[in-house]
C-alpha cells in the first residue's frame, strides 16, 4: 500500500535535540583549532537536519501520480491541498537550513566561530519551529493515511445498505469464512474485504458498515464524498435491501435510499432483497436473495458478474485505473 512505509514524522524539538546532539558528537571526535570544531557542529547540524526534513517530503507520494481511489481518499482523509502545502513548508525549512549552513561555514573562517555557530542555531531553531505545525499535520495525516485498506487491482463488489440489511453475511457467505478486516475513512468500524474465485479470475467483496445510515440530504460534503468514492472502490454495487424491516429501517427510508444512490454514483447499482427467508419478507423483487440460507445468491452473483464484464470489456481502461 502506497502510505504503508511512512515514517513517523518527528516534531520541530526532536528534529533540532537530534541534530544537535550529533553535532556534540562530531565536536568532540574532533580534535584541533576552534574554528574546525565550531565549522564542523554546523556542518553537522545542517546534514542531519536537512536530511530529515528533506526525507520527510520524499516519503510522500507524488499526489498526481496517486490512483484515483487513493486519490479520493487522501482528499477526504487529510486534505491534498493543506498537504501540499505543508510538504513545501517543509521543503522550505529543508533548504534553509543547509544555504545557511553554506553561509555561516563561511563567515566562520573570519568570525568569531563560536558566536557565528550560536547565530546558526538560533536561525535554524526559528526556522524549524516556524514549521512545526506543519510536521505536526504531516504525522498525524500519516497516522491516518496508513490504516487506508489495501484495496488490490482486482474487479470489485462493493455491498451497501443500511445497518443490519446482512451485508457482512452476503460478504462471508461469498467469499468465505475469514475475510480480512480493514479501517476504513468512511467508518469507524473494521470493515470486511473478502475474495471469491470464478472461473478461474479473482474478485474481491467490498462490506461498507456504517456507510449508508440515513439519508444522502443529511449529509454534509465529506460525508457525500465519501460515498461518491464508491465509484473508485468498486465496478458495481449490491445495494440490499431488507423488506422484512427486521433491520430496524422502514422499506421506504430504504427504497429511498436506493434512489438517491442511484442517482449519486456512477457505476452499476444492482438491488437485492434480503432476508426472503423471513415470514415479514414481502414485495416483488427482481432478486429474492437469503444470506442466512444461501437462497438466490448464486443468481445475483451470475448477475454482478455479468456486469463487471461487460463493464471491462466496454471500458477497458477502468479495470486499470485503480
Ligand atoms: N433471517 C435472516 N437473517 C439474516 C439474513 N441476513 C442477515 N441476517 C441477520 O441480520 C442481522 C444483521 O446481519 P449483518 O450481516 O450483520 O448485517 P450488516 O448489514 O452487515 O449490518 P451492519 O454491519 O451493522 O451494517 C444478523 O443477525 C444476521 O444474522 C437473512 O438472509 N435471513
Ligand atoms: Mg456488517
Known amino acids: 500500500m502506497i502510505y504503508e512505509k511512512l515514517r513517523t514524522v518527528q516534531t520541530a524539538d526532536e528534529l533540532l535535540d537530534q541534530a544537535f546532539r550529533r553535532a556534540v558528537r562530531s565536536a568532540m571526535s574532533g580534535s584541533g583549532r576552534v574554528v574546525n570544531i565550531q565549522r564542523a557542529m554546523i556542518q553537522a547540524t545542517s546534514d542531519v537536519l536537512s536530511d530529515r ?179 473508485h472502490v468498486g465496478d458495481v454495487v449490491l445495494l440490499l435491501i431488507d423488506p422484512s424491516e427486521h433491520c430496524g429501517y422502514p422499506l421506504t427510508a430504504q427504497t429511498s435510499m436506493l434512489h438517491e444512490i442511484e442517482k449519486t454514483l456512477t457505476i452499476p447499482v444492482i438491488v437485492a432483497a434480503n432476508k426472503c427467508d423471513l415470514a415479514d419478507f414481502h414485495g416483488e423483487w427482481e432478486y429474492r436473495i437469503s444470506a442466512e440460507t444461501g437462497d438466490g445468491v448464486d443468481d445475483v452473483m451470475q448477475r454482478l458478474i455479468e456486469v463487471i464484464d461487460s463493464r471491462s470489456r466496454d471500458l477497458p481502461q477502468q479495470t486499470s485505473e485503480l
Open 53 to 231: 526534513l528533506l526525507r520527510i517530503v520524499h516519503d510522500f507520494p507524488n499526489f498526481d501520480e496517486l490512483s484515483p481511489f487513493y486519490s479520493e481518499l487522501t482528499d477526504i482523509i487529510v486534505g491534498t491541498d493543506r498537504l501540499r502545502m505543508s510538504l513545501s513548508s517543509v521543503h522550505w525549512a529543508g533548504d534553509m537550513v543547509r544555504s545557511l549552513a553554506r553561509e555561516s561555514l563561511q563567515k566562520a573562517k573570519h568570525d568569531d566561530p563560536v558566536r557565528v555557530r550560536k547565530a546558526y542555531y538560533a536561525r535554524i531553531s526559528s526556522i524549524v519551529h516556524e514549521v512545526d505545525g506543519n510536521l505536526r499535520f504531516l504525522n498525524d495525516a500519516r497516522n491516518k493515511l496508513r490504516k487506508l485498506p489495501d484495496i488490490s487491482d482486482v474487479p470489485t463488489i462493493v455491498v451497501a445498505g443500511y445497518p443490519n440489511v446482512g451485508k457482512s453475511s452476503f460478504v462471508r457467505r461469498v467469499t468465505g469464512a475469514k475475510p480480512e478486516i480493514a479501517t476504513y475513512p468512511f467508518t469507524t468500524k473494521g470493515i470486511y474485504i473478502g475474495h471469491f474465485t470464478h472461473d478461474g479470475l479473482r474478485y474481491q467483496v467490498v462490506d461498507t458498515p456504517g456507510l449508508l445510515d440515513r439519508p444522502l440530504g443529511d449529509r454534509n460534503e465529506i460525508e457525500l464524498q465519501a460515498i461518491t468514492a464508491l465509484n
